[in-house]
């Protein structure tokens, strides 16, 4: 997953740097010579990805840092709701198999009957450890699984949930490293616009004296 994750990172870095270099000069030939402010490009870009090059008329670079903001976003939510999905099946296993009684029970409980077969086997162990106050009332905390086997795939269940709602996490990270990509891009972009507007100055010797010119550079 993290390997999928920077895949997509990299490939937005790489196409859209390739398109940086063809398209300055697009923008010089169309007549838009107006300098464009590096501060509010790199603003713009770092609350939402591919603005600031919307803002240069480089959007044909910003879609990727949008697309895949969007991406990311839906990977993340994606990925939670995959894992609460999960959880529940978990859970609904349990009431099946354990016989338990879903309503009004905390997150311990729910870890608690991953690794004891009956709440009897539970309030054994807590006493022999002197822990009292961990007790369950085992009318309202019941359970008991009808094999090992039930509980083992209960527990493999919950693990996998919680490995889902973990791995994204790491969405989050990527998703505020292209806002940082995109921002910096957007800079670099508008540094580059506006060094392009700025006229050369320069000399050529001739046989009446010396030429002076005006250049405008274009990548």
Known sequence: ???????????????????????????????????KSQAVAFGLS??????????????DVGKYFLASEISFWLLYFGMNEYGRWLN????????LHAGIDRWGKTNDFFADIE????????????SRNREYEKLYDVEKFY????????????KDIRTKSRAVKYYAKFAIVFIIANHLASAIDALILARK???????????????????????????
């Open 115 to 126: 690794n004891f077969r009956s709440v009897y086997d539970y309030n054994l162990r807590k």
């Open 143 to 154: 359970w008991w699984w009808d094999s090992d086997q039930s509980r083992q795939r209960y």
């Open 1 to 35: 997953m993290k390997k999928l994750l920077l895949s997509i990172f990299l490939l937005n870095i790489a196409v859209a740097g390739d398109l940086d270099k063809f398209k300055i000069r697009e923008e010089i030939i169309s007549g838009n010579q107006g300098k």
């Open 88 to 95: 529940d099946d978990a859970i609904n296993f349990a009431v």
């Open 193 to 219: 616009f506006n060094q392009n507007l700025e006229p050369k100055l320069g000399f050529i010797p001739s046989n009446g004296g010396v030429k002076f010119y005006i250049n405008f550079t274009i990548p």
């Open 46 to 59: 770092l609350i939402v990805p591919g603005l600031g090059q919307a803002y240069l008329n480089r959007f």
